[in-house]
């Protein structure tokens, strides 16, 4: 409260003071105080009443003194206040001396005795501005006494207090690391608020959110940045004016938000169909392709095994279902470094008993015995008799060879490359139809650097039939 503002106040005062034959002067204070004090003649007394600050902030401790000048004794006096001003104990005097309290109530302090006004006693008490003090307005105080010849009242006369709204401070703490895609908290403190009182977090002129403070003057706001907001941001965090504090905004802090990971897709690769007691494939690609990380296959909750993503994206498992019935397969990637996790669309597989009339099968494997590292061979097998229905995946040891391919008229084939050189088994596994029962076959493949006389490869591929 400016010192302009609080004889304003005290002008109000006095314009009630002069029509009863009062009078009214500002005291000289400093910048963090502002003194008033009023004078008033009644019932053959003269009345001296001044208040340290007029002007305070919360918290802040302010007496008031009271003197009585006249031939009189008084035998009780009454400090009247607004009752969000609070009594600071045991700080009463008369005369310099310290005096109990006869009583008190809501806004009203009284003390009693005999005091012979002739000596000029004081009557003076100190008090707390309290936090639930209303702001920027005129809070009036006055006085009730009784002496020996007349007793009198002022219970409004002043001078006012204007409580002056809390000057606020607002601080951001410093940002972590900041990632699209993953919630962090901001974190700003603010002195001067309240518990319930509204934080605004900015990205330069851009608000991304608010919260209230706490009971300790915290706000923590949680941010997930989107992947648009991936860039620099100028972080602000600021402080709304209330009824009782004052606005204040903290310093702009200079942060980068990183792109985070990338979204990745998994989608699964397997048949609709086996029957019990055979090798089934399920197999996820992973796009783009991350290269890292690992991929859990779940029947339902029932994890059924969890295989590492190659350098293409692939990971697959072989499981063996002993119960026939329909299985809800899903794959979750876990993530990788720069890459976000993902979970494949739900399949059914459909696992059913042999019927009484399937026939075995037998597979015929077609392969070279000799292929050159990096040149596409054909990968093919017969699978007899003339199975309809089904699908054939090679492998090699665990390692799926491709993608399993469909079975028709006994017929699969898959192209496919080899990267390393070296003896290689290589396995087809047939997962049976209706009508017929699942089989497997294996033999080796020598994989050289060198090329195959006759070919041993072809320069362009042709996929499974």
């Not at 002739?118 to 009036?140: D, H, K, W």
Request: proline share 6%; net charge neutral; with cysteine.
């Amino acid at each position: 409260m400016s010192v302009s503002s609080v004889r304003r106040t005290i002008a109000m005062g006095g314009a009630f003071a002069v029509t009863a034959g009062f009078a009214v002067t500002l005291g000289a204070g400093g910048a963090s105080a502002a003194p008033a004090t009023i004078t008033w003649a009644d019932g053959g007394k003269n009345f001296t009443r001044t208040i340290s600050n007029v002007a305070p902030a919360e918290g802040e401790v302010v007496t008031v003194s009271t003197t009585i000048a006249g031939t009189d004794t008084v035998n009780w006096f009454e400090d009247h206040r607004n009752t969000c001003i609070t009594y600071k104990k045991d700080s009463a005097k008369v005369a310099g001396i310290p005096v109990a309290l006869q009583s008190q109530g809501a806004g009203l302090l009284r003390v009693s005795g005999n005091w012979d006004a002739s000596t000029s006693p004081t009557f003076e008490f100190q008090y707390v501005i309290g936090a639930n003090c209303p702001r920027e307005v005129a809070l009036n105080t006055g006085i009730k006494y009784g002496a020996v010849a007349s007793s009198g009242e002022n219970l409004n006369l002043g001078p006012a207090y204007v409580v002056s709204k809390n000057v606020s401070t607002t601080v951001l703490n410093p940002a972590g690391p900041l990632k699209a895609g993953v919630e962090s908290t901001l974190t700003a403190k603010t002195l001067g608020g309240r518990a319930g009182d509204l934080v605004k977090f900015f990205s330069g002129t851009n608000e991304i959110g608010s919260v209230a403070l706490d009971a300790t003057g915290t706000a923590a706001f949680k941010w997930k940045p989107s992947a648009n907001q991936a860039g620099p941001h100028d972080l602000s965090a600021k402080f709304l004016a209330t009824p009782f504090a004052t606005e204040s905004v903290s310093a702009v802090q200079s942060v980068t938000v990183d792109p985070g990971d990338q979204t990745t897709q998994t989608t699964l690769i397997m048949p609709a169909a086996a029957l019990i007691n055979v090798d089934v494939i399920i197999e996820a690609q992973v796009s783009p392709f991350p290269g890292a990380g690992t991929v859990t296959f779940k029947n339902g909750m029932t994890e059924l095994g969890t295989a590492p993503v190659g350098a293409d994206g692939k990971a697959s498992v072989v499981k063996n279902f002993t119960v026939p019935g329909n299985k809800a397969i899903t794959a979750v990637f876990s993530g990788a470094p720069g890459f976000a996790g993902s979970t494949s669309t739900a399949q059914t597989l459909s696992i059913t008993d042999p019927g009484a009339t399937d026939v075995a099968t037998t597979i015929t494997l077609d392969l070279p015995e000799i292929v050159q590292k990096g040149r596409y061979v054909f990968l093919r097998a017969n699978v007899a008799p003339k199975a309809v229905g089904g699908t054939l995946q090679f492998f090699s040891g665990a390692e799926p060879l491709g993608n399993p391919v469909n079975v028709t008229d006994g017929l699969a084939s898959q192209s496919y490359m080899f990267t390393v050189s070296g003896v290689r088994d290589v396995r087809a596994v047939y997962s049976g139809a209706p009508g017929y029962l699942g089989s497997e076959a294996s033999t080796t493949i020598t994989v050289q650097d060198e090329p195959v006389p006759g070919g041993g490869g072809s320069s362009l591929p042709t996929f499974g039939s």
